[in-house]
């Protein structure tokens, strides 16, 4: 029985085998071969990436999670799982106080700067660049089809929630290293583009627990799509206009520590259901 057993799984392709690695490999083969073409003309010829050219890599790379989550989920849970999945995408009935989530992330982006700004260095002024609320529902809609769509739920089955969101965040951070130094207003970040890249981490991490804290609760890919819009617009509207790399990287390192504290908070009443 044993030996049968292990032919027979032996025999399973791969991608079922390796779910979550599966993933991964998919979303950022994706997202990072669209950023490569997008600037492949400039490289070839040996020239700097101009900033439009990183900016654009962005809605080529949104592409990577989402694509991987559809595309995994129908070929390993078939019809059904993909139905399941746009269900949770439509699930909205749960208490007003989960909506308040939503709340949070723009909150402590301005209260980090407001603090900065008078107690450090007037440059902190958060900026009010509207324009930035289009980029977070893009950002929110596209990649938590596979982050918390597909991904989050099969790494909890093995991992915890806990351990399972901090980790998908560290490799969320990871999947922005195409674009880092196109982050923020501090383009480029010359030398302090590890500081930055290590300050953004600890910020999206940070934000990945809170998103996955909600979704534990709700079991709502819509409500992580809104928690990611609302953290990517906080950051793209107030992210002040005027200041160095050095300063970005204290702030974003606040609002990181913030973030931070304020999943402590959370984490008194448990992480799972």
């Not at 806990?162 to 880092?180: E, Q, R, T, Y």
Request: net charge positive; charged share 10%; hydrophobic share 55%.
């Amino acid at each position: 029985m044993s030996d049968a057993h292990t032919v027979v799984v032996g025999q399973e392709p791969f991608v079922r085998r390796h779910p979550v690695f599966s993933y991964f490999a998919l979303a950022y083969a994706i997202s990072w071969t669209g950023a490569l073409l997008v600037v492949s003309p400039h490289l070839m010829r040996g020239e700097a990436v101009p900033k439009l050219a990183g900016v654009l890599m962005f809605p080529v790379m949104l592409l990577g999670p989402g694509v991987a989550g559809i595309v995994l989920t129908r070929l390993l849970d078939g019809r059904a799982g993909l139905s399941e999945l746009f269900a949770r995408m439509r699930e909205i009935s749960f208490e007003l106080r989960w909506y308040a989530m939503l709340l949070i992330p723009p909150a402590l982006v301005f209260a980090v700067l407001v603090c900065l700004k008078t107690f450090v260095s007037p440059a902190y002024a958060p900026n009010r660049f509207l324009p930035g609320l289009g980029f977070g529902l893009l950002a929110g809609f596209f990649e938590e089809i596979g982050w918390m769509g597909y991904a989050f739920p099969r790494m909890r089955r093995h991992w915890g929630p806990f351990v399972s969101a901090a980790l998908l965040g560290m490799l969320w951070g990871a999947w922005h290293l195409p674009v880092i130094d196109y982050l923020g207003a501090a383009t480029p970040h010359g030398a302090y583009w590890f500081p930055f890249f290590l300050a953004f981490t600890v910020a999206i991490a940070a934000m990945r627990v809170l998103i996955a804290f909600v979704y534990t609760r709700t079991n709502s890919v819509l409500m992580a799509q809104l928690m990611h819009a609302s953290s990517t617009s906080a950051l793209a509207v107030f992210s002040p206009a005027s200041v160095s790399a050095a300063q970005e990287v204290v702030w974003y390192l606040a609002y990181g520590v913030a973030l931070w504290a304020a999943i402590a908070v959370f984490m008194r009443r448990g992480f799972g259901k």
